[in-house]
């Protein structure tokens, strides 16, 4: 049996766990640590056996770690970690502030080429899946036009837009997309479509005490970039509601290119994901994309990629000849 | 400007014609020549500047075409073309007979090796963009179950068995999807199908003279292998509807992996094709993959490769840089 792939994870929040999950369903993987800015003994994994490390000792797990797994956030942890570790480590993680990808790519790229490491960033699903079917799309049909819609979902920042307004004891937000847009766009219509007829904004709030409703409301849904360009709703709801039906993290969306061949024949190609767990999925992405940048390595590659430079082949754990085989 | 890519085609019936309208939405791309074992005064082109040569001659234009695409059938053609034109040409195919495709690139494999060229084998939809989500599904989610369904659409093989049985005078058929089935699917049931609960076959035929329609129905519904194991349906019609009604080759299809991670999150992977012509959008898939095979043979690769094995950003015009900034 050949050797498994030894994953670290670099930070154990919600992304962090998930690939926790993740790897123990890949058979050809290893967990051999987490590494932690918090109190080591302060983190409970899902499993008791894999040992939690302190941040700063992580330069001592160079030689026993393949692939180092990302899982701070884009907007403090990785514009830092994200360079530092690809010197030492070959790395993949969700960098997704999509303005800023050219010059994260270019810091990381630097530091990996410096450390002969591979570094994959902006893998999971938007960047990632999402951005591979958009490239699909306008390579096989140049003539046409691409749409991209989110949710149903839990949008964590705008969530915390609604947490931050005065008033708000307790909320959160889903964006929808609207139906009928999505439609338009699935018959082949390429509509132009502006911001507000391509999603709505729902939201579920828990008012302080003697806050007053609709100059909450008001202050939500005319609040700048989050929501006044959008029909948003605002319900109001108990503690014990929000708890209860409102604890997890669903997403998805739809990527469809509509396109057309010859003398007018339309042609859709539709990507959509609907996730119980948005977390859970991204990490599962991260785990799969862990395998290629191993092998990517191992072929001797160096430098930043992202997942429009992978062969997906590399993804899975099967030879090249077993998958030609069950799934061409 | 960067010299534009020459594209041969090999064959010119609905795949030629489809790969000549999509080089044309092509801008870096150059249509130099049609070969046909037809007398090549008897075949038409869209763009009657474009030169169409007897076949025997192809071996004449290596110096002249960067990527040959081939458009012979699967069942006769390309098991003799693949490996005789991978030989002196980097090429593309569509060769779609799924249970042979080892062979077929082993056979390609050696001849491309021994000319020094790239050959993409089995480049479409399916297989081709099917496989690779395929591959995507499991890999992403190794804990789970992948669906393929086809339709609505016509199929070629079917139809051309509806043809065959005595007192048909024409006829199409089409294959459907059951929609309770693609339901439960999307709805994370991960069900087992068995044939007849994922597809039903819908015949649209004209009677020969003087035939009987319920011993012709009988004859199609109880064919084995194409119709005994499904609910078929028949439907009688006039020469003149066959013409107006069922002209085009519309066909399409899912791939939805269903899976679960975590503690029993479901996530849902769906990729979804609606195609007015089948033709023209597998010949779009070919020329966009015929740029990567000119890439990777401008990189030095050399010998047969699937679509499981290409990185996409190769697809696209596009430099990677672009790439990263407009579509991550």
Excluded at 153 to 161: K, V
Aim: proline share 6%; charged share 20%; hydrophobic share 40%.
């Amino acid at each position: 049996m050949s050797k498994k792939i030894r994953i670290g994870i670099a930070g154990y929040g919600n992304l962090g766990r998930g690939v926790e999950s993740a790897v123990a369903q890949n058979g050809d993987m290893e967990l051999v640590g987490v590494f932690t800015r918090r109190p080591p003994a302060s983190v409970t994994l899902l499993d008791p056996a894999v040992p939690v490390h302190p941040w700063d000792d992580i330069g001592n797990f160079r030689a026993a770690v393949d692939v180092m797994i990302l899982c701070g956030g884009s907007r403090t942890d990785l514009p830092e970690q994200g360079p530092a570790l690809a010197r030492n480590f070959t790395t993949v993680d969700s960098f997704d502030t999509h303005a800023r990808i050219p010059e994260y790519f270019a810091a990381v790229d630097e530091a990996a080429q410096a450390g002969g490491n591979v570094a994959l960033i902006s893998v999971g699903w938007d960047p990632g899946l999402f951005s591979l079917n958009r490239l699909f799309g306008e390579a096989i049909l140049p003539e046409g036009a691409t749409y991209t819609f989110w949710g149903k979902g839990l949008s964590q920042g705008h969530s915390d837009a609604v947490r931050r307004v005065p008033g708000v004891k307790g909320g959160v937000q889903y964006t929808v997309p609207v139906p009928e847009a999505v439609q338009r766009v699935r018959d082949g219509e390429q509509p132009v479509l502006n911001t507000r007829e391509k999603h709505k904004r729902e939201c579920f709030v828990v008012l302080a005490e003697g806050a007053d409703p609709e100059q909450v409301r008001q202050a939500i849904i005319s609040m700048p970039d989050y929501f006044a360009d959008y029909d948003t709703t605002v319900t109001f709801i108990s503690d014990e509601t929000l708890r209860q039906e409102h604890n997890a993290m669903p997403h998805g969306g739809f990527v469809i290119r509509s396109g057309t061949t010859g003398a007018g024949s339309k042609q859709i190609m539709e990507y959509a994901l609907a996730l119980d767990s948005n977390p859970e999925f991204t990490s599962s992405v991260l785990v799969a994309y862990a395998r290629a940048a191993y092998r990517l390595k191992q072929a001797g590659e160096r430098g930043a990629r992202s997942v429009l430079d992978v062969a997906p082949g590399l993804l899975s754990p099967k030879s090249a000849a077993e998958l030609r085989k069950e799934l061409l």
